[in-house]
């Protein structure tokens, strides 16, 4: 069966193979949190995004086969409340912002900053700095070429608009733009968006309704 990106509160996960990585989706928790288990075809090596809850299942998806790295896409507590037992349990480095490494519940073993790189096996994913949901959320990037573009947005970006900034005019407007510059001006329609909540998207799909998220104010 074909990727769809739609997964449920104790379903099963759903798997994306592309040429270099295979993306795993599973939802954890009581507040719908996305989780993202990706792996280098070629070596095997694992990377999570966001050990969100529920570690038995983190752990029980990641199997046998080790994973060198987790990632938290921002301090926000629904995002790591299982990371102290699945990083114990893999071995793992934690990696985030340095501006939200601190609110994490154990010590961050690499920050990374906007435009750093995180090795998966023998691709990289690229750091991209939204700031506004959080001071240090972070977008993963995976790029497999040409329109092959891939986006784990935390909570910055959804279907519908970009993360809750507590009706904050000035953090709303410092997402926006970042939103705006750093993935809708970069990357083309296709690109395909991995929520930290919910139904995956595309740019595409949003990007004609960035006016009215502007205007809007959220």
């Not at 921002?74 to 939200?100: C, F, N, S, Y």
């Not at 690109?191 to 995956?200: E, L, N, Q």
């Amino acid at each position: 069966m074909s990727y769809t990106g739609n997964v449920t509160q104790g379903g099963p996960p759903d798997v994306r193979e592309l040429t270099d990585v295979t993306i795993t989706k599973i939802e954890v928790g009581d507040f719908g949190n996305n989780a993202y288990l990706l792996r280098c075809r070629e070596t095997g090596d694992g990377l999570l995004i966001d050990a969100a809850a529920e570690a038995d299942r983190l752990i029980e998806l990641i199997g046998d086969t080790p994973i060198s790295k987790i990632v938290t896409t921002h301090r926000h507590q629904d995002h790591w409340m299982a990371l102290e037992e699945v990083a114990k349990a893999t071995g793992a480095q934690t990696i985030a912002h340095p501006l939200d490494a601190p609110h994490l519940p154990v010590p961050v073993t690499q920050t990374v900053e906007h435009g750093d790189r995180i090795a998966l096996g023998v691709v990289s994913l690229e750091v991209i700095h939204l700031r506004g949901h959080t001071p240090g959320s972070i977008t993963l990037l995976y790029d497999g070429g040409g329109p092959n573009k891939h986006l784990f947005t935390g909570d910055s970006l959804f279907p519908g608009g970009v993360g809750n900034t507590q009706k904050d005019p000035a953090r709303f407007e410092q997402l926006y733009t970042d939103v705006v510059e750093r993935l809708f001006d970069r990357f083309p329609d296709e690109t395909w968006v991995y929520p930290g909540h919910g139904k995956d998207t595309t740019l595409g799909a949003e990007r004609p309704a960035l006016p009215e998220w502007k205007a809007r104010g959220w």
